[in-house]
Each structure stands twice: as structure tokens, then as C-alpha cells.
């Protein structure tokens, strides 16, 4: 019969059993070493502690580790928590910062459009922009005033800072606008301070070029750019911006009203504008009138003597001399 076989485990329970009974009598030792109240016992636990504390600072190195990295650890949650925090409150402020903004600058257009007097002979009528045309290849403005406002076509219209377009198109509760971006639109300006004249071109872009300027040499970019009334259409002297140099080496305009944001335009009430009812007039002026009686008598005293058959006019008069005397 064979002997029984001792596997790993049979060593294994008594030598745990060991190890368990040495650590509990170390600790009762430490324990009681601790505890003990006596000078010797003293003086013993601080050699002790002085011989193996300084010792045991490799020992110590992977626990204060440990401590650091819970302590980095609970300091980066903290972190984090606050810097959600502040990121959700930035974006409460930009929400705030933005509807700021838009009160602001709404305000000081109102302003503008409540205070500003560019002509004591001018008045205006605030409108509210209701809809924009959004095509390519037309700039216009609906406004929510119109003939019953007594507003009239080709009336110039701002925005409380400089000029946005004329009345194109109107009626009775509403009104369009054309801007000045528009390819239809041309406008007689003034260049301050050389007053150079010139006409705004629109073309569809945010900054039309200026044509038909008189010495380009005498315009520099800054120059202040404003109608000159030429025409009759615009008042003189509303602002329209200032003058740039485009990528393109063209004189442009930069408009000093805002497009991107056009949300109250006030229509200046201008001076009633004559329809053309006799379109040569505008090639040439009219001719001079005559007076029939007039012309009737110079034809006259220009004419010839008028041959007869019995010869000329002196002729026909002698003899009807004679014959008054023969008689």
C-alpha cells in the first residue's frame, strides 16, 4: 500500500498558522513596550525609534506616495467640478454678454433715431424693418410704413447713423427700401474734405466703389463720404461712410450703417419730387418759344417784292395811280 502523497498545502496551513501567532506576539510586544510606564523601557523605545525610524524612510516612500496620489486625486476631482462650474457659467455670461449687446446697440439706435437732427427742415417717420428680400442679386428692405404715414417714393432713408437706401416701391401699410448695395442704385456724393464729387455705384457687395470721381489723387482712405444733393433725389449732407482702398485697388465705401443688423430705418421727409413728364428735357433743354405775330411780321419785312403779271408790286401801284387820276 502506498504512502500518502503531501501536496503544497499540507506545508502551507501551518506555516500561515506561524506566521499569524509571530505577527500577533510581535504586536502584543509593541503593545506592551508602548504601554509599560518605566525610565529603562523609555530610553529603550527611543533608541529604538532612533535606530530604526531614519531607517525606514525607504519603507515609508510608497505610503506617502499613495497619501499624495489620493490627495492629487481628490484635489483634480475638486478641480474639475469647479471648472464645470465656471465653464456653465461662462456660457450663462455670453448668453448675457450677447443679449447686452443687442440691447445696447438697439438702444442707441433708438436713441439716434429719437435725438439726432441732420436738417431742422427735415422731420422723419420711424419704420420697423419687417422682412429683407434675401436674393443675391437685389438689396431692398420691407418697411411697415407706407402712403397712409404720408410717406413718399424716393425718399432717402437711415438707419440713425448714416444713409441705407431710397423709397422704391410703396404702399398703403408698407414700403420697400432699396439699399445702397444695390446694383441699382446710384448716388451723387461729396468726398470731405477735398470735396472731390463722385457717384456711390452699388453692387451687391458690403462695399461699393466709388465712379466718375474727378482727382482720385486728392481722396485717401478715411475720408469722410457724404451726399451731395445733386440731382435733387438726396438731401445734402447725410452721411454715407468712409472712404477705403478695395483688394482691387478700386475706391470703395465703407457705409457707416450697420446691414447686418437694420432693424428701425427712419424715411426722411424730403422735399416733393416733380415726376418727369417730358423725358427730352433731361438730353437737352427746351427750346425757346416764339411769338407768332412776331415771327409773321419779320417774315414779312424779309420778304421779296412780289411779281405780278403786270410787273412788280411798285408797277401795279402806278398804275392804279394812273388810272385813279385818268378817272
Known amino acids: 500500500m502506498a504512502p500518502p502523497r503531501i501536496g503544497p498545502e499540507d506545508y502551507a496551513r501551518p506555516l500561515r498558522r506561524l506566521l499569524v501567532g509571530i505577527t500577533l506576539l510581535l504586536l502584543l510586544v509593541v503593545f506592551l513596550l508602548w504601554r ?37 486625486f481628490q484635489s483634480y476631482t475638486r478641480i474639475y467640478e469647479q471648472n464645470q462650474e465656471l465653464k456653465r457659467e461662462l456660457q450663462q455670461m455670453k448668453a448675457w454678454k450677447e443679449a447686452a449687446l443687442q440691447l445696447e446697440q438697439k438702444n442707441a439706435r433708438l436713441l439716434d433715431l429719437n435725438n439726432v437732427r441732420l436738417d431742422p427742415k427735415l422731420t422723419h417717420v420711424t419704420g420697423v424693418v419687417m422682412a429683407d428680400s434675401g ?19 424716393g425718399w432717402a432713408t437711415m438707419d440713425g447713423l448714416g444713409l441705407v437706401g431710397r ?15 444695390d446694383t441699382n442704385s446710384r448716388i451723387p456724393v461729396t468726398i ?26 486728392a481722396i485717401r482712405p ?3 463720404v457724404v451726399t ?22 478700386r475706391l470703395r465705401v465703407a457705409l457707416a450703417a450697420d446691414y447686418q443688423r437694420l432693424e428701425f430705418l427712419r424715411v426722411l421727409r424730403s422735399h416733393e419730387l416733380e415726376p418727369i413728364t417730358d423725358p427730352g428735357s433731361l438730353v437737352a433743354p427746351p427750346l425757346p418759344r416764339v411769338d407768332a405775330s412776331a415771327a409773321t411780321a419779320e417774315a414779312a419785312a424779309g420778304e421779296q417784292p412780289v411779281e405780278t403779271e403786270g410787273g412788280d408790286v411798285e ?5 392804279a395811280a394812273e388810272g385813279a387820276g385818268d378817272g
Open 36 to 72: 509599560i510606564d518605566s525610565p529603562r523601557v523609555e530610553r529603550f523605545r527611543a533608541g529604538l525609534v532612533d535606530a530604526l525610524v531614519p531607517n525606514m524612510t525607504w519603507a515609508m516612500r510608497p505610503v506617502t506616495l499613495a497619501a499624495g496620489m489620493v490627495s492629487d
Open 135 to 153: 436674393s443675391p442679386f437685389r438689396q431692398s428692405v420691407l418697411l411697415n410704413v407706407g402712403a397712409r404715414d404720408g410717406v413718399r417714393d
Open 167 to 181: 423709397i422704391s416701391g410703396l404702399g398703403e401699410r408698407t414700403a420697400r427700401v432699396i439699399l445702397v448695395t
Open 192 to 217: 470731405q474734405p477735398s470735396g472731390q464729387r463722385a457717384i456711390l455705384s452699388g453692387d451687391n457687395g458690403p462695399l461699393p466703389p466709388l465712379e466718375f470721381v474727378e482727382d482720385t489723387d
Open 222 to 224: 478715411g475720408d469722410r
Open 228 to 249: 451731395s444733393g445733386d440731382g435733387g433725389v438726396f438731401p445734402a449732407g447725410l452721411l454715407v461712410g468712409q472712404v477705403v482702398l478695395g483688394a482691387d485697388k
Open 315 to 319: 408797277a401795279a401801284g402806278s398804275g
